[in-house]
């Protein structure tokens, strides 16, 4: 089945940026769609920003202006560029992968930024 594995995170002083990665393996069908969701410590697992087949973006209101998601040319990739971090940008963050077989998430990288 899909694997998604993520790449990335770290610590970084808020106001500074990151970039995430995450690569789809093992995809015989196409993808359909591919995001990137973050879950705080208590709280709910929450959208951060989602990519179509087509291209199509989607961001949190939290998010925009600040992060940019981004894929490569055989669309298996896709990358988050966090700029403007904030303290409360804190998470661990997830993507997943959507194709006509089911959703695949990867485990997931920390995402620390400090005050």
């Known amino acids: 089945q899909v694997q998604v594995v993520e790449s990335g995170g770290g610590l970084v002083q808020a106001g500074g940026s990151l970039r995430l990665s995450c690569a789809a393996t093992r995809v015989f069908l196409s993808i359909n769609a591919m995001g990137w969701y973050r879950q705080a410590p208590g709280k709910q697992r929450e959208m951060v920003a989602t990519?179509?087949?087509?291209?199509?973006?989607n961001y949190a209101d939290s998010v925009k202006g600040r992060f940019t998601i981004s894929r490569s040319n055989d669309k298996n990739t896709v990358y988050l560029q966090m700029n403007r971090l904030k303290p409360e940008d804190t998470a661990v963050y997830y993507c997943?992968?959507?194709?006509?077989?089911?959703?695949?998430w990867g485990q997931g990288t920390q995402v620390t930024v400090s005050s």
């Open positions: 990519i179509t087949s087509g291209g199509t973006t």
């Open positions: 997943n992968a959507k194709t006509i077989t089911g959703v695949y």
